[in-house]
């Protein structure tokens, strides 16, 4: 693969992270723009010095515009952003000011430029219970749809290569304790607490591997199919219930704790699984790691690390 010069908004994050050391593996140029509001530079110890890393925020257009211009990047992975439902429903306006405008400031400081391809994280959650048609129940998965419409918008009217990403629920090292169902478990197990499951556990998730992420997110900027705003699911196509998952989670962390129930929370999805045939069919991504393989290598991360 030819060497190329990436802007990674978000870069300090749990995926961005993971997408920055992936881009490194054969020797691309990185700018990372994060705020570190989320993110740590600790998420980029090992590959520090092979990164340039501009401290910003998205909701600036103007600090947009100046670290395109001095980097004239030739793809843009856009990751800063909020990704909680629970953290949409509690402030809806930083939600919308970070997923929605804060992928309009990305496009309108890219349309002057000579950046080749905008890929950006959105979300299973612009599905809510209507899979396979978009029908957002939270304010994290109205924010995330309106991004998609918005790039549409943008690569029809200014021709700009724009790929929406559809993470389902990503996991894996460097994901905070307090984020993510799998990362709240294995805290919650390591610690001999009872793992929280709401209602009776039924609904069902699609977890995707972080490193399976990252990859999905440079394939995606380097494939040569012609992408004008289309959306891809990026899951493994195979679901299990939160119930189950907590049962995996104890058993192989050795708790003994068990699970307590809790009520469920407005804007939760009851299902949710991925349709890999598309993503697989137009930018040949698959994922490659399964559940049980990922649970293991997360237990490791927990075990050697302050995660918790």
Not at 140 to 167: H, N, P, T
Request: net charge negative.
């Amino acid at each position: 693969m030819e060497k190329k010069k990436y802007l990674v908004t978000g870069g300090a994050g749990f995926i961005g992270s993971h997408t920055t050391e992936c881009l490194l593996e054969v020797d691309n140029e990185v700018v990372v723009f994060d705020d570190l509001s989320t993110g740590s530079v600790e998420n980029l110890r090992e590959v520090w010095e092979q990164i340039e890393f501009v401290r910003g925020c998205v909701t600036s257009i103007e600090s947009l515009r100046d670290v395109i211009g001095s980097f004239n990047p030739d793809y843009l992975i856009h990751l800063a952003g909020l990704s909680s439902v629970t953290e949409s429903i509690a402030d809806p306006k930083r939600n919308f000011d970070l997923n929605t405008r804060g992928l309009f400031n990305v496009l309108e400081a890219v349309r002057d430029s000579s950046v080749g391809r905008v890929v950006f994280s959105s979300s299973a959650a612009i599905y809510g219970d209507s899979w396979p048609k978009p029908g957002p129940i939270s304010p994290y998965g109205l924010a995330k749809w309106q991004a998609e419409e918005i790039g549409r918008m943008y690569a029809k009217f200014f021709d700009i290569s724009v790929v929406a990403l559809r993470y389902f629920n990503v996991y894996g090292s460097r994901q905070k304790g307090n984020s993510g169902v799998i990362g709240k478990y294995f805290s919650s197990a390591l610690d001999g607490k009872p793992l929280a499951v709401r209602g009776d556990g039924s609904q069902t998730r699609d977890f995707v591997h972080v490193s399976d992420v990252a990859r999905a997110n440079v394939i995606a900027c380097n494939v040569l199919t012609l992408l004008n705003g289309e959306g891809f699911d990026i899951g493994t196509g195979d679901s299990v219930s939160v119930r189950v998952l907590a049962e995996k989670i104890n058993r192989l962390v050795g708790s003994e704790a068990g699970i307590v129930h809790q009520d469920k929370i407005e804007g939760e999805l009851m299902h949710s699984q991925s349709d890999v045939d598309l993503a697989r069919e137009h930018i040949n991504f698959k994922a490659e790691i399964d559940l049980d393989a990922g649970l293991q290598t997360v237990l490791q991360c927990y075990t050697q690390s302050d995660n918790r």
